[in-house]
Each structure stands twice: as structure tokens, then as C-alpha cells.
């Protein structure tokens, strides 16, 4: 039997599925410490994730929330109607995110194919380039041109980075194999951009400029890709080998639905506290307001205020907001973190990303052309304002969705300072061209809904995207949970989620560095793993990222 690629590694191969599906636990505390508190900076998957866990080792994790609960996972009601709702952030998952459907599938929150370009799911796709528009419903419906791009990059991939090989050890868990890939690869490309992989790789040296810039706008899987060209290559390969691109569903209900059900879920089994006993209870049934300042008290203990001015003091504190936040948004004390840390947090750099939809009475797409028997409408990539048109059937007697457009990066910049309306005129008038006969502002209802991650003092950016040269920050922060070699002045804050993670834009990532923060805490607050459980931190001298020469 094959087995499945899921995101083990390939910088750190340590099998986080494994480690949170092992019956026993993730570990055992001592009784002295049940019941102490750690603080927990952010509602989003990795800070609620985090307080589960450590609540079901015996901890009261309090958690601190700026804005809205779920963070990047925001499933928004459109207005007037049941359950219709616009993923804001976080909406088409990977199967190969296996932490992250742990928790799905333990909240028995159902998922469905996403719509993604020329996949079944979509049923029909557009590919408008250059003013010329193309219909299929599979790559072979599409002129030679395109096929030509996907095999260039398939090609690019086997000759630059092994990439069969790689994903075969992904699939296997063979750490060793991995690492024997991987690393030349990271010392090779960490400097280097995804534009230069494919502009100086022989198979598109055979090619046109053409070829690139069809590239750009389809790409693999998700298509927008030529907003991550100035990225560092190593980014796009984990994506790639890891399979983020492909087999992607969305969460039924919402993605939000996650970080909610596991706020008020109780476990089956956890210690020190009694059975049915859930975060939301613990936290007294709503999260503290947002932190503004974070400090280390004589006692050794770390105080973390809120935005009311009430002060706590707490054993641990894990920080799961976006880094930049750590500066703008709370008074963080400095000596909390190294210099050479504080360079990684503060370089890190955030992409831009903004969505606009609307809400329409019926899935009209669907409909019939009479001339041509095709969809009038179909789920689009171009490149044109909108880049990304995605299109949601939500089944009978519901109203249906349309994300109008889906855009990062200069695209998203264009529309920033606009109102949603705004948004919503240029969206239609790109999607005029593209298909003249459809009138779509005669089926939306109520009001439009728009997004701009950049735009929220909660956030300052999408989500991380590195830049040449930057494995080195992302090696200090990954790496930040195991301080057994840190002075006493920087031990007991922890760091989780995207900007942390390997994999940001992803929310495995998310999911991943949230389980570190778990181990690190454990072992802070003098806990064990257990022997035939190891924890990452155990795992970490072995596994841990190569670390290259500085
Ligand atoms: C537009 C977009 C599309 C995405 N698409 C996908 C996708 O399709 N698939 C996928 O797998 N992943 C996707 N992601 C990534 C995924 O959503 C994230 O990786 C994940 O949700 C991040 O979780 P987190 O807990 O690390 O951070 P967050 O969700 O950002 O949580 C951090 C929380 O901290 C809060 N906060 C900030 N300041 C403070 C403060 N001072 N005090 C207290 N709280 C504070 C914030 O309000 C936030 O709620 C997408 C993200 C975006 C933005």
C-alpha cells in the first residue's frame, strides 16, 4: 500500500500525528504543578490547540484575544441568512495536514473537496490570460501551451531538488533519506528566490518568457503564484513536496468551526481536573481581553497584562500572535528574548492578501450557455484585478457564494484603501470582460463582505512568506522551545503559530509549532514524555533543522 504524503518535515521529520494520536498522552507533569496557569497570547488554532493540550496535562491555560476569537481561521456570517458564510482566512486544507485533521476529525466536523481550479470539484474552470479566455475542466481540455508549463515545472523540481526522491522519504518517514535530501537543498536555495528556480532552470530555459508568465498566473494546484516569486525557494518546496497544493478540502460550517468545538470540547481523558471539564469553563467562559504588556517578575514568574490594566502572574506564557505584534501592540519586555531572536521576530516578513465576497440567491453558474452547452461561469483564474474567482454551492434552498476575488501581494495592495463597495464595482467589471452575458449584480443579496489582513493592528499581514536569506531567523524561532541552553532570563516564553512555522499560509504550520510550545511547557514546568512517546523536544537534537554556517 502507498503511504500518503503528509507534512513530516522535511526540516524537522518528527511525526507530530503520531505524537498527539498515542493513546497515553503527550506526557505526565508533576502534581505540584496541576493546576498552575499559563498564559496563552491568541485564539487563533495554535494558541487554542496549545491550551488543550496543556489543559488535558493538568494546566489552567488562560487564554488573551485582541480581536476575534479563531484568528485567522474567521468564518464570516453574511447577514440575513443561516449558516452562509465567507472564509476570511484559512479555507481549503490539504489531507496532508494530518495534525491539523486530527482535531477535525476528533470534532467530527465533516469536509468536502474544495474548488479548486480544474479539479472535479469545480466542475468547470476559466483561464483568462491576456485578454483570451480558456474553458476546460481538466489540464488535457487546455491548449499544449499549458501542459508544456506543468511538465517544465514537474521537470524543474526532479532536476533542481530531487523532488521524487524527497516526497518518497516523506512518505516512507525516512528522517535519515529526508535529511540526506534536504539539507544540501537548504544551504543551496535559502538564498535564492522561486523566480530563479524557474527562470534558470534548463526546462524553462527551453521555453518562452511566455511559459514563465503562464507559470505565474496558473501555476500548480492553487494558481497566483507569481506573488510568492520574490520568496525564498526553500518555502515553495515544502509546499510542493508536502503536497499543501493538492487534495484540499474545505470545512463544512467554516474552518472557524475548529478553534470553536475545541474551545468547549471536553476530553476524553485528561488529569487534575475533573471529567467534562473544558478551556472555555477553565477560562471562566470568555478569553482576557488582548495583552499590552508582558514582563519578567522578581519571583521568576512572567506577568502578563491586559488591555483593562488587570496584571497576572504566570509560569509560562506562549505567544502565539504574529511577531511584529510583540513590538507594535504589547509592551514586550526586551531581555524576555536574545538579540539574535528579536532579529528573526522583527525580519520576519508577512505577505499581503485580501478577499471580497458576495452572497447570491442561487449557484447560477451552473446554468447552461444554449450556444456552447458550457457553465455560464466558472471558477476563474486570471489576470486580471480579481486574480482568483472561487464559487460556492451550498446546496438547495441556500444561498449560495461567490469569492469575487482572491488576491495577495500587489494585487491586494491595489485595492487596500478602497471601501467594500469599491471592491465589489472593480471585481464585477473585471469579471464583465471575462464573461460579457452574465449578470451577476442581478443575483447578489445583502451586503458584500472584504477582508484585508494587512489592514487589522491584530495581524499587519497575511501570513509569512521568507525571503532569500532567511532560514537562518526562521531556524531561531522555530527552534525557540527547547531552552534547556538559555540563560534563566529567557526561559518560560514561547513563541507558536505561522510566522513561526515552516509552513506559513499553511495552518499544519500552525498546528505543528503549537505542539512544540506544548513540549517546551512541559518541560519547563518539570514534566516528562513519556518513554514510548517521545516529544519534539526530545526528537530536536536528533531531528532538529540543519543549522547553517553563520
Ligand atoms: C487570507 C489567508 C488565507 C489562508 N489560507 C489558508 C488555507 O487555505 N489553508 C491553510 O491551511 N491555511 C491557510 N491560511 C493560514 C492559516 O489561516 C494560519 O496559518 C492559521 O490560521 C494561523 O493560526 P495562528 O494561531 O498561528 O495565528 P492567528 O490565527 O493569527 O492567531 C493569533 C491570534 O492572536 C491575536 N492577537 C493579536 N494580538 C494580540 C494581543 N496583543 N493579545 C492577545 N491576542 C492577540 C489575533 O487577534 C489572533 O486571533 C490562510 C491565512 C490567511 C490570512
Redesign the pocket.
Known amino acids: 500500500m502507498t503511504r500518503p504524503v503528509t507534512v513530516f518535515g522535511p526540516d524537522f521529520p518528527f511525526a507530530y500525528d503520531d505524537w498527539i494520536r498515542h493513546p497515553a498522552g503527550l506526557g505526565t507533569l508533576p502534581d505540584s504543578v496541576h493546576g498552575v496557569q499559563v498564559a496563552i ?7 487554542v490547540i496549545a491550551g488543550y493540550e496543556l489543559m488535558r496535562l493538568g494546566v489552567q491555560p488562560i487564554l ?10 474567521r468564518s464570516q456570517p453574511f447577514e440575513g441568512a443561516e449558516d452562509v458564510i465567507a472564509e ?7 489531507i496532508s ?1 494530518t495534525g ?1 485533521f486530527h482535531y477535525v476529525d476528533m470534532l467530527g466536523i465533516e469536509s468536502a473537496p474544495f474548488p479548486n481550479p480544474l479539479t472535479p470539484a469545480a466542475g468547470s474552470t476559466v483561464i483568462d490570460l491576456l485578454g483570451q479566455s480558456h474553458y476546460a475542466r481538466t489540464l488535457d481540455d487546455l491548449p499544449p501551451l499549458f501542459r508544456e508549463v506543468a511538465q517544465a515545472y514537474d521537470r524543474a523540481l526532479e532536476d533542481g531538488a530531487n523532488f521524487g526522491a524527497l516526497k518518497q522519504a516523506i512518505r516512507n518517514r525516512d528522517a535519515a533519506r529526508i535529511k540526506g535530501i534536504w539539507n544540501p537543498l537548504v544551504a543551496a536555495w535559502d538564498e535564492r528566490t522561486f523566480y530563479d528556480f524557474v527562470a534558470s532552470s534548463e526546462a524553462f530555459q527551453a521555453l518562452s518568457f511566455h511559459h514563465r508568465e503562464v507559470f505565474g498566473q496558473v501555476g500548480f494546484g492553487t494558481g497566483g503564484w507569481d506573488s510568492d516569486f520574490p520568496n525564498s525557494m526553500l518555502e515553495i518546496l515544502r509546499v510542493n513536496v508536502t503536497e ?1 497544493d493538492d487534495h ?1 478540502r474545505y470545512l463544512i460550517g467554516g ?1 472557524e468551526r475548529m478553534p470553536r468545538q475545541l474551545w468547549t470540547h471536553a476530553p476524553e481523558m485528561l488529569v487534575h481536573w475533573p471529567k467534562g471539564t473544558t478551556l472555555c469553563a477553565l477560562n471562566g467562559g470568555a478569553t482576557r481581553s ?3 504588556r508582558i514582563r519578567r517578575l522578581a519571583s521568576g514568574q512572567i506577568e502578563v497584562t491586559d488591555q483593562w490594566g488587570r496584571a497576572d502572574a504566570f509560569d509560562a506564557v506562549l505567544a ?3 511577531s511584529h ?1 510583540l513590538s507594535t ?2 509592551d514586550t519586555e526586551e531581555a524576555l528574548f536574545a538579540q539574535e531572536l528579536w532579529m528573526a521576530l522583527d525580519r520576519t516578513r508577512y505577505m499581503q ?1 485580501a ?1 471580497t465576497f458576495v452572497m447570491v440567491d442561487r449557484p447560477f453558474w451552473k446554468d447552461k450557455d444554449p450556444a456552447t452547452g458550457r457553465d455560464v461561469m466558472s471558477m476563474t483564474l486570471t489576470d486580471r484585478m480579481t486574480r482568483g474567482t472561487y464559487l460556492f454551492d451550498n446546496g438547495p434552498g441556500k444561498p449560495s457564494v461567490m469569492c469575487l476575488s482572491y488576491s495577495w501581494m500587489t494585487d491586494a495592495l491595489k485595492v487596500l484603501p478602497l471601501p467594500v463597495e469599491r471592491r465589489v464595482d472593480l471585481a464585477l467589471s473585471a469579471l464583465k470582460q471575462i464573461y460579457p452575458d452574465v449578470d451577476i449584480r442581478s443575483h447578489i443579496l445583502g451586503d458584500p463582505i472584504t ?1 484585508s ?1 494587512e489592514a487589522d493592528q ?2 499587519l499581514g ?2 509569512k512568506g521568507a525571503l532569500p536569506g532567511h532560514y537562518r531567523y526562521n531556524h531561531r524561532m522555530f527552534g525557540h522551545f527547547v531552552q534547556d541552553d538559555m540563560p534563566p532570563a529567557e526561559r518560560g516564553i514561547f513563541i ?4 513561526v512555522s515552516w509552513t ?7 498546528v505543528q509549532t ?1 505542539l512544540n510550545a506544548v513540549a517546551g511547557i512541559i518541560r519547563h514546568l518539570g514534566g516528562t514524555s513519556l518513554a514510548d512517546n517521545p516529544c519534539p523536544v526530545d526528537a530536536f537534537a536528533e531531528l532538529g533543522p540543519v543549522k547553517l554556517r553563520d
Not at 64 to 73: H, I, N, W
Not at 88 to 94: A, D, E, V
Not at 496 to 499: K, N, S, V
Open positions: 497570547i491568541g485564539a487563533g488554532a495554535a494558541g488573551f484575544e485582541a480581536g476575534q476569537f479563531g484568528g485567522r481561521l476570511l482566512g484559512g479555507m481549503r486544507f490539504p495536514s491539523f499543501c484540499q474552518a488582548g495583552a499590552v502565539t500572535c504574529q505584534l501592540q504589547i492578501a478577499k477582508v489582513w491584530n495581524f497575511a501570513f507558536a503559530g505561522d510566522g506559513p499560509a499553511w495552518v499544519e504550520g500552525a503549537s
